[in-house]
Each structure stands twice: as C-alpha cells, then as structure tokens.
C-alpha cells in the first residue's frame, strides 16, 4: 500500500530562523506530482509547492524550497525566515495512489514563535 | 474566479437525518474528490470521480454516495448520519493530465455535528 509519512508531528521555530519538514512516502509509480500544503486555523487548506518527479531540479517558491530525493522516495520542505503567519499544520501529499489519488501524511503542527 | 465553493460551511444534525454537502468547481477539472478530516487522521478519501458519469470508491466511503451528472457539481449525500460522521468534510478538484494529476484546489470546509 502507498503510504506517506511525516516524522514530526509537532515542531516549533523562532521568528526569522529556518526549519524543515520531512516526508518519506511510499510508491511504485514512476511519474507524479509532489505537494506540500499548509492548513492554517481557519481550516483553508492552501498548496505551499508542488514539486515533479521527473524533474530533478528543486522546487523553490518565494521562502519554501523542498529538497526532493526521488530514489530514497524523500521530499522535505524548507521554510527560511519563518514568519508568524507561517504558524500551521503541514500536510506532505505525492499524488502517487491508483487512479492518480494523493496520498496523505498525517501532518506536522509548526508553530512560529516571536 | 470562484474556484471550488463548498457548502454549507457548518452544519448540525441528529442521528438518522439526510443531507447532502454540496460542491462545484468552475475550472473545468475532470477529477473531483470529497475527504473528511478527523483530529489525528490526516484526510482520509471518501469518493472520487475521474469525470462526469464516473465515480468510485475511496477508503471510507460508508454511509456516504455520491453522483457526478455534470463536470462542475460533485454532491456527498450522508443516507442516515450517525455521530461517527462528526468530522470536517473537504472537496477537492484537479486537472488530470492523463495518468498524473496536478494540484488540488480545496473548498473551505464544512463542519459537521452529528448528535
């Protein structure tokens, strides 16, 4: 079974630091898409990154950058200068399932400190 | 550009009602999905339709059906709720490319109590 996991369900950063999440999943497909979202309070769930398998270049968008390692099936995600608004649960989701389906990890808690 | 418009954004009802989530997208996705999420369980897929006429069957789909008559509308029916159904309720679409997906644009949620 395809599965997704995220090692820190909890984690906590200072305003302005770095930090990274990390996600190992499971697949036997070869083509897909990886995604990392971000679920505030307000219980929107907002897409953070996208990343393709097939690219071996790193997705970087504006402060998120993620660090994709295709063969140990690993796609982390890097937050640099951390921001209050930042503070969320992070969800790791490779649209790797049958029939094209995402597959969820269980989520990281983030919380930004000032 | 409206996006994905779930609704109602809460609702209460009591053991045995009907009801029906509605959800519509209007960036012309063929693959809709609806997730619930319960504290500790990440989403978890209830159904999921590739195209209009087409639906199946994702890991929690009980008590819950779904039709697909257009491209844009996607309604979850709960049959006879039960408190076990209390969860936040998702829907979800996205460009197919074939055999991959891009990303999924979410509606804002709905909040349901079952008592």
């Known amino acids: 079974a395809q599965t997704v996991t995220q090692s820190q369900p909890e984690m906590s950063v200072q305003e302005a630091e770095t930090v990274t999440l990390s996600c190992t999943y499971d697949?036997?497909?070869?083509?897909?898409?990886l995604f990392w979202y971000k679920q505030p309070p307000s219980r929107q769930m907002i897409l953070v990154i996208r990343q393709e398998a097939y690219k071996q270049q790193n997705a970087t968008e504006n402060r998120f950058s993620v660090n994709f390692q295709k063969a140990a099936k690993s796609f982390s995600l890097k937050i640099s200068d951390s921001q209050l608004g930042d503070t969320a649960m992070y969800f790791c989701a490779p649209n790797a399932g049958n029939n094209r389906k995402l597959i969820w990890g269980l989520g990281t808690s983030l919380a930004v400190n000032p | 550009n409206a996006g994905v418009t779930q609704t109602p954004k809460f609702q209460v009802l009591k053991t045995g009602q009907s009801m029906t989530l509605q959800c519509a997208q209007d960036?012309?996705?063929?693959?809709m999905s609806w997730y619930r999420q319960d504290p500790g369980m990440g989403l978890r897929l209830i159904h999921y339709?590739?195209?209009?006429?087409?639906?199946d069957q994702g890991e929690v789909p009980n008590g819950y059906n779904v039709s697909r008559s257009t491209t844009e509308d996607f309604p979850l029916r709960l049959l006879s709720a039960a408190p076990s159904q209390t969860s936040v309720y998702f829907c979800?679409?996205?460009?197919?490319?074939?055999?991959?997906?891009?990303?999924?644009?979410f509606g804002q949620g709905t909040r349901l109590t079952v008592v």
């Open positions: 960036m012309n996705h063929e693959y």
């Open positions: 697949t036997s497909e070869n083509n897909y898409y």
């Open positions: 979800a679409s996205s460009y197919g490319t074939g055999t991959v997906n891009t990303e999924a644009f």
């Open positions: 339709s590739v195209g209009a006429g087409i639906t």
